[in-house]
């Protein structure tokens, strides 16, 4: 039992904090920005408002005006696997969005700034051994920021171009720990260590098109890069271990190395179309490429030396661990089909510019996961998600504020339908499982634009 | 300019700066910058001369200012600003090293992390100017938690997270006269920690948690005062502006609070940890000079020269400490006053000073300082029987920004 024991506590402290695993953020799973989030997000072709940023930055120069928008979302999953719910975190924090148009001498030209920042971190990076179940889309999923920086231009009448960078970062380390580990009384212990740690600087890029045919159509596609990142880890821990009236030297090598932080690329088109000046009807296609998804297992090397004095107990010696065996996940590319609707009222004399907005949307995403059959346990299911949502805008409340105030609120309903998960082997530890759930997310934003 | 700010800083910079005079900006502006950061630190002994390594730095930085068109009595008043800058490659670096290594953990780490910074500025009547904002920095914190699973192997899970550090921006300025302007700018300590605790359960042996921790970049709480003479009053500077602007000023640090990059691993034992760094106060006075001057109706130039006196915060590297196994070393966290010159030359094109192109270079030159080890030192401990620390440090980088 006390077989390498002292050996593992580094193997796995080290491997545990590089065997990472992120995918999709915050934006792509719960949306962005009330209005439309309760659209479905399918506004790649309709979205001229800060979330534009993410879901077409083209969409920026077709701003009416400087626009400010700040707002919070909640997204509340209740996951089971085999009815236990596995308390994946909920997801909370503020967005903020700013849309800044203008010209270049003639050319229409407009910045952008998106902001989804978690209430409690920036983001997170869990580990888990690769055989345990778990929610590999949803656990941990979003517990990240996101952050871009958008520009658009409209060359022509008809036509707007935008693009700009997404912001993330991955951790890499390399740390030694050294001293005296007293087994007798290991709080007088006296150890120090050193750390050459980064979070590594990674861009990824966003481009979008947005296209006005006729004045009530409007037709978009956008392009997000794929980002992950490889992620290294070394530790070298020298310790004297003080037992039995006995000091041993202890050497443990690691190196590890996973995928961290892991985004599908993807290509959106949608449309936007006015059936009436009041309601609009929104429709988005995107691809998504997880076949390109890498385990994010983590792959170890090491190497471990005791220099045991005659008469110390063998046993008590230890090896290194058997390498992980890496498995591919896998996946697979998926289409997500989006709709979304929205009918506008006026609110007192049309005239006085008031409304009363309300929306709905829904979209479908077919799991991307393969039967895990094997020794892996990335759970997922089909996804089918009913978003609803309504907005209030005062227009010109008063000569401080000649443009638009906007107040947003949405709800999101996600139903993943129950799968079972079936083993090809009956002498698998962690057996048949079913998994299901819901997620709940809601939403607000407050906009004012000048 | 000599870095100078609270009472002379323009566009997204006057977020850092001063975010009052974000209030100054009437025109939306688009700014992107590219810099660069190269080291040359020294550690010498009798017996060998060290370059200490640190990573040379590039940056992109992208910068708005944009005023809020309100209306009414906030007319023409209040000016929203933003500013990254992202290192291209790390958004922050940790090193958090053994003491007795040669190292300058002052300077190094300054050129090697995000800054998100956000303001406003609003003019109060005709001549006072307030704002507030804040700055950035990411930090890591988590967690490793080891246990015996039931078939007697270890398992592991972990839990890390990148967290934001804040520190908050207040500034003020008041012009007395029309050519001369005071402003103050306060700005909070931001530390961006690397945690990471490893926690083991029921393995059977005990261990303690080990904190793998330390500071990985400080700013300390600061406040700066500054005068501007413009000798063409409170006019902005366009185009076909010919103008003297002259900058004089004082930053207070507070490195006294500065706790040192080092954390003990086992926070158990309280009788032993890593060396105090024993930081104190600085004071650090700055001047500058600028030059507008037009080349024609559509094109003027700006030139900019600057000097600072950075005063170093950390003493001399003297005494010695117990290392875990008994022995002793002597602790190296090197550091020297700093003589910082600065220039810069900005283009500004289109009668409406559309577009403004700027250069800026840095030259900080690190004093040599003699650190004498004494008798407590062993002679054969990294530094001994002394070191002596210099260096240079070249700064360059452009900007573009576009009024639209």
Do not use: C
Request: proline residues 7%; without cysteine; hydrophobic residues 45%.
């Amino acid at each position: 039992m006390a077989r390498s024991k002292l050996a593992a506590i580094f193997f796995f402290g080290a491997s545990s904090l590089v065997s990472a695993r992120a995918h999709a953020g915050p934006t792509e799973t719960y949306g962005f920005f009330s209005r439309s989030t309760a659209l479905g997000g399918a506004v790649s072709a309709d979205a001229t408002d800060a979330s534009a940023n993410f879901y077409n930055p083209a969409g920026l120069a077709a701003a009416r005006g400087l626009s400010f928008d700040v707002g919070y979302v909640r997204a509340d999953p209740h996951l089971s696997i085999n009815g236990q719910d596995t308390d994946v975190d909920p997801v909370h924090g503020l967005v903020f969005g700013l849309v800044a148009p203008g010209k270049i001498g003639p050319l229409p030209f407009a910045f952008g700034v998106g902001l989804h920042l978690p209430d409690d971190r920036i983001f997170r990076v869990r580990s888990l051994d690769q055989s345990q179940p778990r929610w590999e889309l949803y656990d941990n999923t979003p517990q990240r920021i996101y952050l871009s920086a958008n520009v658009a231009i409209e060359p022509l009448p008809w036509l707007q171009l935008g693009g700009g960078f997404t912001f993330l970062a991955s951790t890499s380390a390399s740390l030694s720990i050294t001293g005296g580990l007293e087994i007798a009384d290991v709080e007088s212990s006296r150890m120090r260590h050193e750390v050459d740690a980064s979070l590594q600087s990674v861009r990824y890029p966003e481009v979008g098109i947005r296209v006005t045919p006729t004045k009530r159509l409007r037709l978009a596609a956008v392009y997000r890069g794929e980002f992950q990142l490889d992620l290294n880890i070394d530790a070298n821990v020298m310790l004297d271990a003080h037992a039995l009236g006995l000091t041993v030297p202890f050497l443990a090598l690691i190196h590890t190395a996973s995928v961290n932080a892991f985004l599908p690329r993807n290509v959106v088109v949608g449309a936007s179309y006015d059936a009436t000046d009041d309601f609009t009807i929104d429709a988005d296609l995107t691809w998504v490429q997880w076949s390109a998804y890498k385990s994010p297992a983590t792959g170890v090397d090491e190497t471990v030396s005791l220099d045991a004095p005659p008469g110390f107990p063998t046993s008590l010696v230890p090896t290194s661990p058997a390498p992980t065996i890496i498995v591919a996940p896998n996946f697979s590319d998926r289409i997500v089909p989006r709709v979304g609707v929205e009918w506008r009222l006026p609110l007192g004399a049309r005239e006085r510019g008031h409304r009363l907005s309300l929306r709905a949307g829904y979209f479908y995403e077919r799991s991307p996961v393969p039967a895990q059959s094997g020794v892996t346990n990335f759970v997922d299911a089909d996804r089918h998600a009913f978003s609803a949502g309504l907005g209030v805008t005062l227009h010109a409340l008063g000569a401080l504020l000649p443009g638009d105030v906007r107040f947003d609120v949405h709800g999101q309903w996600s139903v993943l339908p129950q799968r079972v998960f079936e083993k090809a082997s009956a002498a698998d530890l962690v057996g048949d499982y079913s998994a299901s759930g819901t997620i709940v997310s809601i939403g607000t934003t407050l906009g004012v634009t000048f | 300019m000599g870095g100078a700010g609270p009472a002379s800083a323009e566009g997204y910079e006057a977020a850092f700066g001063g975010p009052a005079l974000l209030a100054e900006t009437r025109e939306q502006t688009l700014t992107l910058g590219v810099g660069m950061a190269a080291m040359s630190l020294h550690a010498d002994t009798p017996a060998r001369a060290t370059t200490v390594d640190v990573d040379p730095m590039q940056n992109v930085t992208i910068g708005a200012a944009l005023p809020i068109p309100f209306g009414g009595a906030l007319a023409d008043r209040v000016t929203f600003g933003v500013g990254f800058l992202d290192p291209t490659q790390f958004l922050i670096r940790a090193q958090i090293l053994y003491p007795e290594r040669l190292q300058f953990p002052i300077v190094a780490p300054r050129v090697q992390s995000l800054a998100v910074l956000m303001g406003a500025g609003i003019r109060v009547g005709d001549r006072l100017y307030l704002g507030g904002g804040f700055e950035a920095l990411a930090a890591l914190v988590g967690q490793i938690t080891l246990a015996l699973d039931a078939t007697g192997t270890v398992s592991s899970s972990s839990d890390d997270q990148v967290v934001a550090a804040y520190a908050p921006v207040l500034s003020a300025a008041y012009d007395f006269l029309d050519d001369l302007r005071l402003g103050v700018t306060y700005r909070g300590e931001l530390a961006a920690r690397f945690v990471v605790t490893v926690h083991s359960v029921n393995l059977g042996i005990p261990v303690p948690d080990f904190n793998v921790a330390g500071l990985a970049q400080y700013d300390p709480e600061q406040l700066a005062a500054e005068v501007r003479w413009s000798s063409i009053g409170r006019a902005p500077i366009e185009t076909r502006s010919r103008a003297w602007r002259l900058v004089a000023g004082v930053i207070y640090r507070r490195w006294s609070r500065y706790p040192g990059p080092l954390e003990p691993t086992v926070t158990a034992n309280t009788d032993y940890g890593p060396p105090p760094i024993d930081a104190h106060d600085t004071l650090s006075p700055r001047v500058g000079v600028e030059r507008a001057e037009p080349l024609s109706r559509s094109i003027g130039v700006r030139l900019r020269a600057g000097y600072a006196y950075e005063p170093s915060p950390l003493p001399t590297q003297t005494t010695s400490f117990q290392l875990p196994d008994g022995t002793s070393s002597s602790a190296n966290e090197l550091d020297s006053d700093r003589h910082v010159f600065t220039a810069g030359l900005g283009v500004v094109f289109g009668p409406k000073s559309t577009i403004q192109i700027d250069l800026v270079a840095q030259l900080h030159v690190l004093t040599a300082r003699d650190n004498v080890k004494d008798s407590t030192v062993p002679s054969d401990a990294p530094g001994a029987p002394v070191v002596r620390a210099h260096g240079t440090i070249l700064v360059g980088g452009a900007t573009a920004g576009v009024r639209f």
